[in-house]
């Protein structure tokens, strides 16, 4: 925050504390008609460039100051978790963590009820003093320099905020001119009558885009940034014998803030993604409305499938179908099963209803972020299914001639289903493979 001119930190400050009641809590059907699809203008959109296009007649200004204000709340609060996440990981690099509680409790064991001290139990080690002496200085200097480095990443994470906060504080520095005591909001009106708003020309509809472009790239790295810290103070409590998976701080910070962090960085993330695409004269911008689940499914099998051959030699073939629940499972008081069998999809099946031709399962969602999710997935059914067979072929050949093949032109996959599933609340998407699956404890 000392990054900051007193004005903008005083900004910051009242941003922060009221971003909890002010941030705005969007669904993706709100944030896709936010613009309303106006055109304040008679140009034809038909095969046209828009960046030769005015651009006022693609965003609103009541959309862009929405946006930027939610943008420049969010900022702030994501400022505010940096800045906690970094005083936790100073406070556990000194050794004022959790576990300080530990060597009290286990002090305070040693007295009775009485009040008296227990007399302590010195046991002899037999082992060599200057070889553990060693190692254990070792593995200190270690600790220290993983702490070092998570916390010179927490704080240029914090200054990073800090910078893109003011990108927008010079566009909205509404929050500077209210006084301290005054508890009221700003509102969007308000926001309005701020000069790059009110004028809203065509070089400023610019100037804001790019602001939201410098967000989004300054960003980019955010999350793996904050996986490195994460990763390293784990690192850094194994050493020191201090690791517990289950602990709420398991790595010596936080669990929830970091997930609330990596959270809002996503709706940043989708907010400037909106506003740019808006201004590429996108109808919804970012959000695809009542897309169609079957297309956005066959790109990601096409792209998991590339990866699976490129990476493996060869790919099982991936079969889709579209659901409706049966009739007479919708009469039944029942649940529907969390994760249906293949058998649920064969005649007299829960799932044996086809989708009509012509009719479509759609949905309104983030495309790139549902598409990222199913490529995981079956990439995942795609090689598993691979590595199964080829480690049956190999069993097999160790059988006969005690040998080894590598070569995964022979194989006889197994096919992976992918099935969607039309709900009355819900669309389900159900990958079914034949891979080497998980263990009870997986």
């Not at 059907?29 to 140009?43: M, Q, V």
């Not at 031709?357 to 790139?368: A, E, M």
């Amino acid at each position: 925050m000392n990054r900051l001119p007193p004005a903008a930190r005083r900004a910051l400050a009242m941003d922060i504390s009221r971003s909890n009641d002010a941030i705005t809590r969007w669904s993706l059907r709100s944030l896709a008609n936010i613009n309303h699809g106006e055109n304040n203008d008679d140009t034809d959109r038909t095969n046209t460039n828009p960046t030769t296009l005015n651009l006022k007649a693609f965003v609103r200004k009541e959309a862009a100051a929405a946006l930027l204000n939610d943008v420049k709340l969010r900022l702030a609060k994501q400022h505010d978790r940096c800045h906690r996440l970094l005083q936790e990981a100073q406070s556990t690099s000194l050794g004022i963590d959790e576990d300080n509680g530990d060597a009290e409790q286990s002090n305070n064991q040693n007295e009775n009820q009485n009040g008296k001290k227990r007399p302590r139990i010195i046991r002899a080690v037999h082992a060599n003093w200057n070889t553990n002496a060693s190692h254990a200085s070792k593995q200190r200097e270690i600790a220290s320099q993983l702490s070092s480095d998570a916390i010179s990443s927490l704080s240029n994470l914090e200054a990073m905020h800090a910078d893109t906060y003011r990108l927008v504080y010079d566009l909205l520095p509404l929050s500077s001119s209210v006084n301290d005591d005054d508890n009221t909001d700003s509102s969007i009106p308000d926001i309005l009558n701020v000069p790059i708003l009110n004028r809203f020309s065509s070089a400023d509809q610019i100037l804001i885009k790019s602001v939201f472009e410098q967000i989004r790239s300054r960003h980019a790295q955010t999350v793996e940034s904050m996986a490195d810290v994460v990763i390293a103070l784990r690192r850094r409590r194994r050493l020191l014998g201090k690791y517990n998976p289950s602990a709420k701080k398991a790595c010596g910070l936080d669990r929830p803030l970091i997930d609330s962090f990596l959270r809002n960085r996503l709706v940043v993330q989708l907010l400037c993604d909106h506003y740019v695409a808006l201004c590429r004269d996108k109808y919804h911008g970012g959000i695809a409305v009542d897309c169609d689940v079957m297309d956005v499914l066959e790109d990601a099998v096409l792209e998991a499938s590339h990866v699976c051959d490129a990476n493996l030699g060869v790919a099982p073939e991936v079969y889709m179908s579209a659901h409706v629940v049966s009739p007479s499972l919708l009469e039944e008081a029942g649940t529907l099963p969390s994760i249906p069998s293949p058998a649920d999809f064969e005649a007299g099946g829960k799932y044996e209803g086809k989708v009509p031709d012509g009719q479509i399962v759609s949905l309104t969602l983030v495309r790139p972020w549902v598409h990222h999710a199913l490529v995981e997935v079956l990439k995942n059914a795609a090689s598993t299914s691979v590595k199964k067979m080829q480690k049956l072929q190999n069993s097999q050949i160790k059988k006969s001639n005690g040998g080894s093949n590598n070569d995964t032109s022979m194989l006889h996959l197994p096919p992976v289903h992918v099935r969607v599933i039309d709900e009355p609340t819900q669309v389900r998407i159900c990958v079914i493979d034949r891979g080497v699956g998980l263990s009870d404890d997986e």
